[in-house]
């Protein structure tokens, strides 16, 4: 059973900055995928950034120049670190993992901006 371990969640005020990590474990394989998801209270779900096998890196239009994701294959670990955080970041911020044999999602920490 894969599980995944998130943390780095928490208050921070406009233009301040978290990191974000999740680490997975429980599979005989290395994700071919892993990405950060957040939801905000009554809206969808919707993708931040992700990170595919071939180090394949996407984000979402609303963060570019502001998150960075990254990933320690050793540890099979995905990070966010956000910087400028704006209170529109205010969410529940979810890892997802792909695997050839599945996918697992993190229990959510969540993240909020507020001065």
């Known amino acids: 059973q894969v599980q995944l371990v998130e943390s780095g969640g928490g208050l921070v005020q406009p233009g301040g900055s978290l990191r974000l990590s999740c680490a997975a474990s429980?599979?005989?394989?290395?994700?071919?995928?892993m990405g950060w998801y957040r939801q905000a209270p009554g809206k969808q779900r919707e993708m931040v950034a992700s990170?595919?096998?071939?180090?394949?890196?996407d984000y979402a239009d609303a963060v570019k120049g502001r998150f960075t994701i990254s990933r320690d294959n050793a540890k099979d670990t995905v990070y966010l670190q956000m910087n400028s955080l704006k209170p529109e970041d205010t969410a529940v911020y979810y890892c997802?993992?792909?695997?050839?044999?599945?996918?697992?999602w993190g229990q959510g920490t969540q993240v909020t901006v507020s001065s």
């Open positions: 997802h993992v792909l695997y050839p044999t599945g996918s697992s």
């Open positions: 429980g599979s005989a394989f290395s994700p071919d995928y």
């Open positions: 990170l595919s096998r071939g180090d394949s890196i």
